[in-house]
């Protein structure tokens, strides 16, 4: 029996898949967060794009590893204990802005549906672990989308993306630290993202409209808004749109 439902989170670099994966684990009970950036191959293993180490493609990423420790999280309930440290969990995450009150709002409405229509949906027998990453949904990585229970993808548009992106002192690594090179995001960190997301939005275009029969069929749920939307807005939606994914699924 499965110990652990997995909420694949997924969405553009810096759109705030690491941010919010946290906001929810605040909220919801019995859950775990586990990062795909742990999941990372060693730097002199990544492959090249534009002349640049590219850290933005299924090649930099220990796959088979990921798809394993899930397979162990979905029949433990746990998080692998084989010497996995989190890397991700020591790069800092910027602020929220979600207010406190917002939070403690969604809390009561969680507590509420785990005591109604949700209850025994989550518990200590059975998890909500979120993976949170770059690239979960994506034909390279189709073992991982297919691992994965509930999808939800973020969005947010090239120009936030980059803003967001150049703000970061950088990233903990295997091997120390990694800085964004000049032009990173328009060279190597966005071109692989549209090559991985495009034929889920129209014309390819991965900042204009969502082509809704593609992501109903993989069964991903996309964030309204179009990458435009505070925190706190695509965290209230996460909220009821989890709630009521777990509810159906319960059934």
């Not at 929220?96 to 969680?110: F, N, Q, Y």
């Not at 229509?117 to 993976?131: T, W």
């Not at 939800?152 to 120009?159: D, E, G, I, N, S």
């Not at 000049?182 to 060279?187: D, H």
Request: glycine fraction near 12%; charged fraction near 25%.
């Amino acid at each position: 029996m499965s110990r652990a439902t997995i909420l694949g989170l997924s969405g553009p670099s810096s759109s705030g898949k690491t941010t919010l994966a946290r906001l929810l684990r605040s909220i919801f009970p019995h859950t775990l967060v586990l990062h795909e950036d742990d999941f990372y191959r060693p730097e002199a293993a990544l492959p090249f794009r534009a002349g640049l180490r590219d850290w933005d493609c299924a090649a930099a990423l220990d796959v088979p590893a990921l798809v394993a420790a899930l397979g162990v999280v979905r029949a433990t309930g746990r998080l692998p204990d084989d010497g996995l440290v989190s890397k991700e969990d020591r790069n800092a995450v910027g602020e929220h802005g979600v207010p406190r009150g917002t939070i403690d709002g969604l809390k009561d409405v969680v507590g509420a549906w785990g005591r109604g229509a949700g209850a025994g949906v989550l518990s200590e027998a059975r998890k909500l672990v979120i993976l949170d990453g770059f690239l979960l949904f994506g034909e390279s990585v189709r073992e991982v989308r297919e691992a994965i229970d509930v999808k939800m993808l973020l969005r947010v548009k090239f120009a936030g993306a980059k803003e967001r992106r150049e703000k970061r002192s950088g990233y903990v690594t295997l091997e120390g630290f990694w800085e964004d090179p000049p032009g990173y995001v328009e060279k190597v960190v966005w071109p692989g993202y549209v090559e991985e997301h495009g034929f889920m939005f129209e014309d390819g275009d991965v900042d204009g409209t969502v082509n809704d029969e593609v992501v109903e069929s993989l069964g991903i749920q996309v964030c309204p808004g179009g990458g435009e939307w505070p925190m706190a807005k695509v965290l209230e939606w996460s909220v009821d749109s989890v709630m009521k994914t777990l509810s159906v699924n319960a059934k």
